[in-house]
């Protein structure tokens, strides 16, 4: 899917309803159940679930979904947020802003999983519009729409992890990882254990009292 469509004005409720028409026209593929768990989709390409966040809770599900075959988590990344007010007709980019990086934060909630070999997923950067209504802090959510994706990141195997690591010192700190990444605090600190889990960063020599990693 390396095509960027205008998504505009769809019908859909949200951008997990999108996604999963996205990646499944065929509305019986659509929640089936597998074992105890409800799957997003299950197709010719196995199980994928449209995950918006809160990876900590897929666990279960991942324990039996992985024993059955290929698993697809859809994360989408919002990188950018029009907020339109259908009262005042006013409309503003929200300060609010996500990218790649942002699912190495997830990903360290489930890092046990990684490196299953069933295991893959698909990150979807996309822009949202979200219609409000009301004013001021008391203006209220009506919905979120999926407004253009602008790329697709697959991460099949371990060497395609390395998007993360591109453009990094061969030693680094946890502020030149920020730096890198745009995350900070315990986001920052996520992403970097994520990559530590994977084998694809590791700590070396302290510089000073600095922890420095180094590219694996």
């Given amino acids: 899917m390396s095509d960027k469509p205008i998504i505009g004005t769809l019908n859909e409720k949200s ?3 999108f996604l999963k028409s996205r990646f499944e026209q065929y509305s019986d593929s659509h929640e089936i159940r597998v074992g105890r768990f409800i799957a997003d989709i299950v197709g010719e390409n196995g199980i994928i679930e449209i995950q918006t966040g809160a990876f ?3 666990k279960k599900k991942l ?3 992985l024993s059955v075959g290929r698993v697809t988590i859809v994360y989408p990344v919002v990188i950018k947020t029009t907020i339109y ?3 005042t007709k006013r409309k503003y980019a929200s300060p609010k802003k996500k990218n790649k990086f942002s699912f190495l934060s997830e990903a360290y909630k489930i890092r046990e999983f990684l490196q299953n070999e069933n295991l893959h997923f698909v990150l979807v950067l996309l822009t949202v519009i979200e219609n409000r209504s009301g004013k ?3 203006a209220v959510k009506l919905n979120r729409l999926p407004n253009e994706i602008i790329d697709e990141i697959t ?3 371990l060497d395609d992890w390395r998007i993360f690591t591109d453009g990094l010192p061969e030693i680094f700190s ?6 890198h990444s745009g995350l900070f605090g315990m986001y920052a600190w996520g992403a970097l254990q994520t990559l530590l889990s994977l084998g694809l ?3 070396t020599d302290k510089k000073g009292r600095t922890k420095q990693y180094k590219i694996c």
């Fill in 155 to 157: 991460l099949n195997s």
């Fill in 85 to 87: 007010n259908v009262e």
């Fill in 201 to 203: 960063a590791a700590e």
């Fill in 136 to 138: 001021g802090r008391e």
């Fill in 174 to 179: 946890q502020k030149d990882f920020s730096a």
């Fill in 15 to 17: 951008v997990h309803a």
């Fill in 56 to 58: 900590e809770n897929l």
């Fill in 63 to 65: 324990e039996a979904f």
